[in-house]
């Protein structure tokens, strides 16, 4: 089925493509300046550090919807082993193995694709069994540390948690910056709390992941308006689940990472960071988010920290 009208007028409203070149491969990362960073840093004030990842265990988030995307299996390799002989420094060594977006993550630019392209306009096909991502994976972000602003829609509704079939609006995003007495500007990382991973941290896993709110078709414009640099959020989905338009699956995700070469992020833990910046009445801080550098990768998991 082709991809409605209304999708295509979108993408053509927020499509990057050329706007920092024809070889780009990091898109709107662009956007995070030296003199960015310098003001990100300025908004450390405590140095109070909220961690928003989960936690990496194998009963994660991931219940089989998505093929191949399994929670993280840990298993020991040696335990104690005296590997230079009896008596010398004994060794302990495990391993994992795990979706590279099981659990809080980024998508990076190459993993969704549709009409046959990625961002730039680079060829679908240049995503391969053998290498991966040729171009733009995730490996291709240099660095990830700017000004990070919470849009703490739920509290600004004056909720919890939104409802399962509430798409988060760009009203929504607009109220949650005045709730919070904050501007998004260019370069910013957006952080958006609907309070929906509540329901796995009281461990409705399958609760979790649908129904979920999530970001409308008509948030891009808003991120694209305001040269949000990367997006995050507390789904499974980052976008609505269902979809709000019948059989129009995953727009959000065609929209920022082909159209505007944006990163998005999926299951960030904002609980605590949405108790501390209503603590403090401050809703912007120094975010760092580096993504782990695996070549050809088309997502990473991350363990962000905000410091407040």
């Not at 409203?13 to 024809?22: D, P, Q, T």
């Not at 302990?92 to 549709?114: E, P």
Request: one cysteine or more; charged letters at 20%; glycine letters at 10%.
């Amino acid at each position: 089925m082709a991809l409605p009208e209304e999708f295509h007028e979108i993408a053509e409203r927020v499509n990057n493509w050329g706007r920092w070149g024809a070889d780009d491969e990091i898109g709107t990362l662009n956007l995070i300046t030296d003199g960015v960073v310098r003001e990100a840093a300025a908004e450390v004030r405590s140095g109070h550090r909220v961690p928003l990842a989960l936690p990496l265990r194998q009963d994660g988030v991931q219940t089989g919807m998505i093929p191949g995307r399994v929670n993280p299996l840990h298993a020991m390799v040696q335990i104690n082993q005296e590997l230079f002989g009896p008596g010398t420094v004994a060794c302990s060594d495990d391993t994992v193995t795990m979706g590279l977006q099981s659990a809080t993550h980024w998508d990076a630019l190459t993993h969704v694709s549709h009409s046959g392209r990625l961002y730039n306009g680079r060829p679908a096909h240049t995503v391969t069994a053998h290498d991966g991502a040729r171009f733009s994976g995730i490996d291709k972000v240099p660095h990830l540390v700017s000004r990070g602003v919470l849009l703490d829609v739920a509290r600004a509704r004056g909720v919890d948690r939104l409802a399962g079939g509430h798409a988060v609006t760009p009203e929504d995003l607009a109220q949650a910056e005045e709730f919070g007495r904050v501007r998004v500007r260019a370069g910013d990382i957006v952080l958006v709390r609907t309070g929906q991973v509540r329901a796995y941290l009281a461990g409705d896993r399958h609760g979790y992941g649908h129904p979920s709110p999530g970001l409308s078709v008509r948030c891009p414009e808003w991120f694209h308006a305001r040269d949000v640099a990367a997006v995050a959020n507390d789904t499974l989905t980052f976008e609505i689940f269902p979809p709000e338009i019948e059989d129009l699956w995953l727009p959000v995700h065609a929209l920022h990472l082909v159209e505007m070469g944006m990163l998005q992020g999926q299951n960030w833990d904002l609980e605590k960071l949405s108790t501390a910046c209503g603590e403090t009445g401050r809703y912007a801080f120094l975010l760092s988010a580096m993504p782990e550098p695996f070549v050809g990768a088309t997502g990473t998991p991350v363990a962000p920290v905000a410091i407040l």
